[in-house]
C-alpha cells in the first residue's frame, strides 16, 4: 500500500512540474485557410494558459494588405470567462494601411483573494478578413503579452511574459481566383473532374495541395474532403 502511495505520489510531482513548465501559447484557428478572392473569412485568436494564471493578452497581428483587407475584430471573451469585467485598449484596432491588426484586454481588478485570472484555454478575438488580392501568405503574431499571476496564496505577483516566454502558432492561407472546390480550375466547383481528381488524390495518384483541404483540417485529401466533394457533387452541400 505504502508503495503504491509512493508511485501516485511521483505522479502527481511529475504532473504538477509539466503544468508548471509549460509556456502560455497564443494560436490562430484555423490553422490555414483557403479562400477565393472577393469572399471574407474569420480566424480565431485564442490563448491558452497550461496552467498559468492569466490576466492581460495583448498582440499585433501582422497580414500582407495586398491580399486581404481586415473587416471587424471582435472580442471573444477569454478573459472574462470567470465573471471578472476586463477593458479593452482604446488604441487597438484595424490598420489596413500598415496591414496591422492589434488587440489588447487586461482583468480590471488586481488579483488578490477574491479577484482571479483566467485558467482555461478560449478566444481572445475574431477577426474577419476580406480576400482582395490572389496569394499566398501568413498572419503573423507580433508584439505578443501576456500577464500572469504567481504565488498564490501568499505573495501574489504579477509577471509579463513576452514573445520569448509564449508560443506562438501562426496561421497560413491562400487567396485563390478559383472557387472552393474548382480543381482543374474551369470556374465550376465540385463537377465530375473535379470529385475524380479528389479521389486520385486521396489514394495518392495526384500530390494534393490546400485546395483539397475542403474541411480546412490541415490534411488535404483525406476521406472527409472526399466526401464533402461528393455531397457538393451531387447537391447536398455547397461549398
Ligand atoms: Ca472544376
Ligand atoms: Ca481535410
Same mark, same amino acid.
Given at each position: 500500500?505504502?508503495?503504491?502511495? =509512493?508511485?501516485?505520489?511521483?505522479?502527481?510531482?511529475?504532473?504538477?512540474?509539466?503544468?508548471?513548465?509549460?509556456?502560455?501559447?497564443?494560436?490562430?484557428?484555423?490553422?490555414?485557410?483557403?479562400?477565393?478572392?472577393?469572399? %471574407?473569412?474569420?480566424?480565431?485568436?485564442?490563448?491558452?494558459?497550461?496552467? =498559468?494564471?492569466?490576466?492581460?493578452?495583448?498582440?499585433?497581428?501582422?497580414?500582407?494588405?495586398?491580399?486581404?483587407?481586415?473587416?471587424?475584430?471582435?472580442?471573444?471573451?477569454?478573459?472574462?470567462?470567470?465573471?471578472?469585467?476586463?477593458?479593452?485598449?482604446?488604441?487597438?484596432?484595424?490598420?489596413?494601411?500598415?496591414?496591422?491588426?492589434?488587440?489588447?484586454?487586461?482583468?480590471?481588478?488586481?488579483?488578490?483573494? %477574491?479577484?482571479?485570472?483566467?485558467? =482555461?484555454?478560449?478566444?481572445?478575438?475574431?477577426?474577419?478578413?476580406?480576400?482582395?488580392?490572389?496569394?499566398?501568405?501568413?498572419?503573423?503574431?507580433?508584439?505578443?503579452?501576456?500577464?500572469?499571476?504567481?504565488?498564490?496564496?501568499?505573495?501574489?505577483?504579477?509577471?509579463?511574459?513576452?514573445?520569448?516566454?509564449?508560443?506562438?502558432?501562426?496561421?497560413?492561407?491562400?487567396?485563390?481566383?478559383?472557387p472552393?472546390g474548382d480543381l482543374d480550375h474551369n470556374?465550376v466547383a465540385a463537377d465530375a473532374v473535379d470529385v475524380a481528381m479528389m479521389i486520385?488524390?486521396?489514394?495518392?495518384?495526384?500530390?494534393?495541395?490546400?485546395e483539397y483541404?475542403?474541411?480546412?483540417?490541415?490534411?488535404?485529401?483525406?476521406?472527409?474532403?472526399?466526401?464533402?466533394m461528393i455531397?457538393a457533387f451531387?447537391?447536398?452541400?455547397?461549398l
Open positions: 500500500m505504502k508503495y503504491i502511495q =509512493s508511485i501516485l505520489m511521483v505522479i502527481a510531482l511529475v504532473c504538477l512540474l509539466q503544468v508548471a513548465s509549460a509556456a502560455p501559447k497564443i494560436y490562430i484557428e484555423p490553422s490555414d485557410s483557403l479562400v477565393a478572392n472577393g469572399s %471574407t473569412f474569420t480566424v480565431d485568436v485564442k490563448v491558452g494558459p497550461l496552467g =498559468s494564471e492569466v490576466t492581460t493578452a495583448m498582440y499585433t497581428l501582422r497580414f500582407d494588405n495586398t491580399h486581404l483587407k481586415a473587416i471587424s475584430q471582435t472580442p471573444g471573451g477569454f478573459l472574462s470567462q470567470g465573471g471578472e469585467a476586463t477593458k479593452v485598449d482604446p488604441n487597438a484596432g484595424i490598420n489596413n494601411t500598415a496591414g496591422t491588426v492589434s488587440y489588447g484586454e487586461y482583468i480590471e481588478a488586481e488579483p488578490d483573494e %477574491t479577484h482571479f485570472g483566467v485558467y =482555461s484555454p478560449g478566444t481572445l478575438t475574431s477577426i474577419t478578413f476580406e480576400a482582395i488580392g490572389d496569394g499566398a501568405g501568413k498572419l503573423n503574431i507580433t508584439n505578443p503579452k501576456l500577464a500572469v499571476v504567481t504565488g498564490r496564496p501568499d505573495t501574489i505577483f504579477v509577471t509579463y511574459l513576452f514573445a520569448s516566454d509564449i508560443n506562438i502558432f501562426n496561421a497560413a492561407y491562400t487567396v485563390s481566383q478559383y472552393r470556374w486520385q488524390a486521396f489514394v495518392g495518384d495526384i500530390i494534393p495541395n490546400s483541404d475542403l474541411d480546412n483540417n490541415g490534411n488535404n485529401a483525406d476521406a472527409v474532403d472526399v466526401a464533402m455531397q451531387v447537391g447536398d452541400i455547397i
